[in-house]
């Protein structure tokens, strides 16, 4: 999905949410337009907007208006020709190297469009990443033997934009109150971020049928915590829609065990620290990457 896509949605679902909340009673004036982000008498332009032309009319032409600074036809013919006539099967990172050697001036994220929107190159069937750090927050678990002997369950917080882990820790059993410790940890440092995407364990989600749809209205006490922070949720419905967090838990199976043996720790309390200290800065510091856009969707 677009930047300016993610963000009308997001624009939307928040509103109605806030406005349906309002108009049932739960929620005054004040504290919907404050659950927004805007002072009250914007949130009065919203609902007049929304009785008038229901959500499309909350849309922010802004973001869909044609941009001045578009590249011209012929630097997008340009830069199509350099692939097919001369890096015809190249990858796209490949093919960016070039192009910038030969004065290429366009972000990685320009090129690799251009070439897709050509059939060029065929688009990921991965799920694009959030454009700014703040805008989704993955939160999972893993059980494994961390150390000879013991099972625990490692609770991971990250940033779907960068990857950054900004909460890792071991406890016996994941819950509503490791949960709360991970996002917990991230609005102390961070600040209330926008969306929480998570699988659909119980902790989460009550779910009325097995394998089925989770209830948006029936809220965990997690759900509830985090919609009374203006944060929406969202349910994960397959391992491969986790595929970032499942690559991510492999590479921690993967070298964890073997450090924390290397430094001989034994107990929980110094596999936590060691985490907090040592690993966590040193895997952010290889695996973390650049949002593909500049800002932050975090709220102080």
């Not at 993610?6 to 509103?15: D, G, H, N, S, Y």
């Not at 893993?142 to 071991?170: N, P, Q, R």
Request: charge should be neutral; glycine fraction near 8%; aromatic fraction near 12%.
């Amino acid at each position: 999905m677009k930047r300016t896509e993610w963000l009308q949605e997001t624009r939307k679902m928040r509103f109605e949410e806030a406005y349906e909340d309002y108009r049932r009673g739960s929620l005054t004036q004040a504290e919907a337009a404050l659950l927004l982000g805007v002072c009250d008498r914007t949130f009065r332009r919203y609902m007049n907007r929304y009785d008038e032309g229901g959500l499309d009319a909350l849309l922010d032409k802004r973001l869909v208006q044609i941009s001045h600074r578009r590249a011209p036809v012929d630097e997008i013919m340009r830069t199509v020709d350099l692939y097919r006539d001369r890096h015809l099967g190249w990858n796209a990172k490949h093919f960016y190297a070039w192009y910038r050697k030969e004065s290429g001036t366009r972000s990685y994220t320009w090129v690799k469009s251009r070439l897709q929107e050509a059939g060029l190159i065929e688009r990921a069937k991965k799920r694009e990443r959030a454009p700014l750090v703040g805008m989704m927050i993955h939160q999972d678990g893993s059980t494994h033997e961390w150390i000879t002997g013991e099972k625990w369950d490692l609770i991971v917080t990250m940033d779907d934009a960068t990857s950054e882990h900004y909460s890792m820790f071991f406890v016996e059993e994941e819950g509503t109150a490791s949960s709360f410790q991970g996002v917990q940890e991230i609005i102390e440092e961070q600040g209330l971020f926008a969306s929480f995407y998570s699988d659909r364990g119980s902790h989460y989600w009550h779910t009325p049928e097995a394998g089925g749809k989770v209830d948006k209205q029936n809220l965990t006490q997690f759900g509830q915590a985090l919609k009374r922070l203006g944060i929406e949720m969202i349910a994960a419905y397959s391992p491969e829609a986790r595929g970032r967090s499942e690559r991510m838990f492999r590479t921690h199976q993967e070298r964890l065990p073997k450090e924390l043996a290397l430094a001989g720790i034994t107990h929980m309390a110094a596999a936590n620290r060691y985490l907090k200290e040592i690993y966590m800065p040193a895997f952010n510091a290889e695996f973390m990457q650049s949002a593909s856009e500049e800002g932050s969707a975090f709220v102080p």
